[in-house]
């Protein structure tokens, strides 16, 4: 089950709008393939093509039902695979049903299946705004939903790591995100952890640490460059 230290694993990826959730989690799931041998795929955001077919965005009653379905996306997938990479799960749906209906009636069970993933990628907002027909509102809900999301990873206990970065940076920050969590356990191909274990070889050792976050490089100077 995920969670676990056996397969199959869900990772997951959540974020505000237009942080490059679906883009991110498709990479993933292909590195990890071509880097572990771990039977690797991702499952695309519900919400999506629900609002493609339906041509618009959901009513309060219908959230529960595609969080559901989120879910059993997630589930039927790491059914068949070792490694999930989740392009949002129930928790983002509880988070823009608190957001645009004001009820937080369904945080408690998005959290409750959240624990189910071995760990949470929370997307940074260092990426532009990009409309995306129905199912965006406007760059002014990024830092809402993000102050949401993170209140309620931090509150629940749940393990999450901030990505950012441009391109292929984002994609490797993920993956030095997901490595330790992956390197416990014998893959048929380790070219993921050769690579990272050279890479930190050749790195000086880090010694300045930030006060409020882990990785200031990846975020603080995110936050910098968008202020200004």
Request: charge should be negative.
């Amino acid at each position: 089950m995920p969670g676990t230290d056996t397969p199959p694993w869900v990772f997951a990826i959540v974020g505000a709008e237009s942080t490059g959730k679906s883009t991110l989690a498709e990479a993933l799931a292909t590195q990890l393939l071509q880097a572990t041998g771990w039977r690797s795929t991702w499952v695309p955001e519900y919400l999506r093509e629900w609002c493609e077919r339906e041509g618009r965005t959901p009513a309060a009653h219908e959230q529960e039902t595609i969080a559901a379905e989120q879910a059993r996306r997630i589930e039927a997938a790491a059914a068949g695979h070792d490694i999930v990479i989740a392009d949002t799960t129930p928790l983002m749906t509880a988070i823009y049903h608190r957001h645009v209906f004001g009820d937080g009636s369904m945080d408690a069970a998005a959290i409750a299946w959240q624990r189910r993933c071995k760990l949470t990628l929370l997307t940074a907002l260092d990426l532009p705004w990009q409309a995306d027909g129905h199912q965006r509102d406007g760059a002014h809900v990024r830092e809402p939903v993000d102050t949401m999301l993170r209140t309620a990873l931090v509150g629940s206990g749940l393990p999450f790591v901030v990505v950012g970065g441009l391109g292929p940076a984002r994609v490797e920050a993920a993956l030095d995100a997901l490595a330790p969590h992956l390197r416990r356990n014998d893959s048929p191909t380790p070219g993921l952890f050769t690579r990272l274990a050279e890479r930190d070889a050749a790195q000086p050792e880090w010694r300045w640490v930030c006060e409020s976050c882990d990785v200031p490089d990846c975020e603080h100077a995110a936050l910098r460059l968008r202020r200004r």
